[in-house]
């Protein structure tokens, strides 16, 4: 019985740290931040490194363009975690596509009352 409570109240913490952090608003900057600096280290590197020094750098910059902005729009936390997911699962071997493919799982995150708000433009950095 004692290793059924443990196991009950531990799980929680488990699935968390296997999983990741579950993304709120208060996190989302941050989160996608790490998360799209890290894909672009991993794709593209020399892109990467014409920019930034580390993934710390890039989501520095990054996690400053959430603080402003997103005030009059109302936050899905459910689309936000698909979209962190959706990052972070993207498949370097599967090109450009791969990535425009994870971006648009982020289209839905902010409902601003127009059209989608997308953390910053994929085309003009990968030369689109």
Do not use: H
Not at 31 to 55: G, N, P, R, T
């Amino acid at each position: 019985m004692r290793a059924w409570l443990a196991f009950a109240l531990l799980a929680p913490l488990s699935a968390c740290s296997l999983f990741g952090t579950k993304v709120d608003e208060d996190n989302f900057g941050e989160e996608f931040a790490e998360a799209i600096c890290s894909l672009q280290k991993e794709c593209l590197a020399l892109f990467f490194y014409e920019e930034y020094d580390d993934v710390a750098e890039c989501t520095d910059e990054y996690s400053e363009d959430w603080e402003d902005g997103y005030d009059d729009c109302e936050f899905d936390e459910d689309k936000a975690n698909e979209c962190i997911k959706a990052v972070r699962d993207a498949d370097c071997s599967e090109g450009y596509d791969a990535l425009e493919d994870a971006f648009e799982d982020c289209e839905e995150v902010w409902d601003c009352g127009g059209s989608p708000v997308v953390p910053y433009d994929t085309g003009s950095y990968y030369g689109r």
